[in-house]
């Protein structure tokens, strides 16, 4: 029983080319996969990042609203006060009536 080596050469090269094909391609498909991975966690992050913002955000809104309240509420209490004043009577007609 002889073989025919000639025959044998081509198979053994289409065995180990096909060996190395295959395992570059899982090389370059792990690293699509591992990129894919990464991106989804980085907008994983960016997702959860944006939700703190934007309550940070409400927070911030209802402080400035409740700002806006306070300054008005200051507000009203100095032009009260204003009116007060000028109601009052000047000086001049009090040093009429203490000198009598």
Do not use: C
Request: hydrophobic share 35%; glycine share 4%; net charge negative.
């Amino acid at each position: 029983m002889t073989f025919d080596l000639t025959a044998a050469y081509p198979a053994i090269f289409s065995a180990v080319f096909g060996g190395v094909g295959i395992k570059i391609l899982e090389r370059m498909l792990s690293k699509k996969s591992e990129q894919f991975n990464d991106a989804t966690t980085i907008r994983d992050e960016l997702r959860v990042e944006i939700e703190h913002l934007k309550e940070e955000i409400d927070v911030l809104r209802k402080q400035l609203e409740d700002s806006k309240i306070q300054n008005d509420t200051w507000r009203e209490k100095y032009w009260n006060l204003v009116e007060r004043i000028s109601n009052l009577p000047s000086p001049t007609s009090y040093s009429g009536s203490l000198s009598k």
